[in-house]
Each structure stands twice: as C-alpha cells, then as structure tokens.
C-alpha cells in the first residue's frame, strides 16, 4: 500500500518546483519562459528598480533594464506552504559592464491557484549603509 499524498503537500511541492523552474529560466535567459510563470497583473520589487508590473513590466526589466548580462542562481534554501515560497542563495555572474558579481539574495514568492507568481520581492546583501 503506498502513502497518499495530502492536497497541501502536492500544492507544496508545485509552488517549490515552480521556483526553481524560475531560476532554471532566468539562468537560461529564457524571458518567455520565465514571464510564463507569472501573472498577467504581477508585481516585482527589487531594489533600485521601481515596482515592476504585469507581463509587459517583466519584459522590459529582462530584455533591457536588468543590469546582469549572464549568471547563476544556486537556491541555498527554499521553504514552502501553499501558496507561497522563501527562498535563498547565491548568485554569481557578469554585469553588462564587464565586472564580474558574486552575492548572496533571498526571495518571497507569492502564488496564485494556478501555481503562478502573482509578487516576487528580493532583496540583497550588499553593504548600504
């Protein structure tokens, strides 16, 4: 006889799979792709970026305001409940100035029903202040 899954653990694991599918995506410079994952009203915050919205915000922040050229994402930790998913890591790549980046990040992602990101908000550990 085999366990049965609840709902919320299936929910669970969607929303989990649905992120690193995200950071799959981003690392590939697969903009469609990526922006599939999201709502059609989404919201993105990060900082020194005013709030991006909706598809066509996400289009322009990944095909010309983004200032990362290539790179990529290793998720450190990722934890999840229906509906919404913390995650962080590292990110290691080149600007499109030529310098090369290595720092740490952690990101919340909200989901809708369908499983798509209806708000991302990231944050940096960079010295500010």
Known sequence: ??????????????????????????????????????????????????????HEGLRAFYTGERVIASGRHTVTTLVADPGRVAVNGTFDGVLKDGREVSLQFADFFTLDDEQRFSRRDTFFFAPLV
Do not use: Q
């Open 1 to 54: 006889m085999s366990p049965t899954v609840s709902p919320e653990v299936r929910v669970t694991e969607a929303a989990a799979e649905r992120v690193r599918a995200y950071y799959r995506l981003v690392d590939a410079d697969d903009v469609p792709g990526l922006i599939a994952l999201f709502t059609e009203d989404a919201v993105y915050r990060r900082p020194g970026y005013p709030p991006m919205r909706g």
